[in-house]
């Protein structure tokens, strides 16, 4: 049953913490002067629902999409074929890192199935996961090295941050496919001349500041 409690006050939108607290609604369209507030208890099952697994968490589009290349393997191999037969996960490692080598190196798309790299990536991780859940894959794994190898290897890339602290700009596909925006070079930074004219100082500058008689092309 809701509850309906009225209170005077001016007329404001704005709610103090102790009104947040009530989890309450105020309803602003009543005679200037008054607020009214319905509280409404919160379903039973919330409580117990929010301790279970969450399917919401996850982006809809990414599921349709892994989809999308599930189904495209039921129809080349037959749909849960990884669950009768099994899996070994070098293949599905050496797939994964295809894919997202390919992405990583500028090919967004997959030709062979018109679906995005990081899409046919990530169903290799689905169908090796399910089979290490279910345990009927061959874990071919090289022997394991020692634990502390990446925290070793972090500590090194922390003392090469130390050692250039000031990084220069890095090297993207997004600036050599806009390059009226940025156009990096090895031993140049910008500022630098375009079309529109020079964009703050037109000369050039080498890595220890020095001026340079050289200014970047006009385009």
């Known amino acids: 049953m809701e509850r309906y409690e009225e209170f005077t006050g001016s007329y404001d939108w704005r709610t103090t913490d102790a009104d947040m607290q009530r989890d309450t609604i105020a309803v602003p369209f009543l005679p200037e002067g008054t607020f009214t507030y319905v509280e409404k208890p919160s379903n039973p099952k919330d409580s117990v629902g ?3 697994v969450p399917f919401s968490t996850v982006p809809s589009e990414v599921i349709a999409e892994i989809g999308l290349a599930m189904f495209e393997g039921a129809r080349k191999y037959g749909r849960h074929n990884y669950r009768e037969i ?11 890192m295809r894919h997202v080598t390919a992405w990583w190196e500028g090919q967004d798309i997959d030709p062979d199935s ?3 790299h990081l899409t046919k990536a990530m169903a290799c991780l689905v169908v090796l996961r399910d ?23 972090n500590a090194k890339a922390k003392d090469i ?21 940025n156009m990096p070079n090895s031993r140049f930074t910008p500022p630098y001349t375009t079309a529109f004219g020079s964009l703050l100082d ?3 500058q080498d890595h220890n500041n020095n001026k340079l ?7």
Request: a negative charge; hydrophobic letters at 35%; charged letters at 30%.
């Open 50 to 52: 929010i301790e279970k």
């Open 86 to 96: 099994g899996v070994r996960a070098s293949v599905y490692y050496d797939a994964f």
């Open 114 to 116: 018109g679906l995005s």
């Open 131 to 153: 089979s290490m859940i279910i345990e009927n894959w061959e874990d071919d794994r090289p022997p394991a090295i020692k634990k502390e190898w990446v925290q070793e290897l």
């Open 161 to 181: 941050i130390n050692k250039y602290p000031n990084a220069k700009s890095a090297y993207t596909n997004k600036q050599s496919g806009d390059q009226s925006i």
């Open 202 to 204: 037109p000369v050039s």
């Open 213 to 219: 008689d050289r200014e970047w092309p006009i385009i």
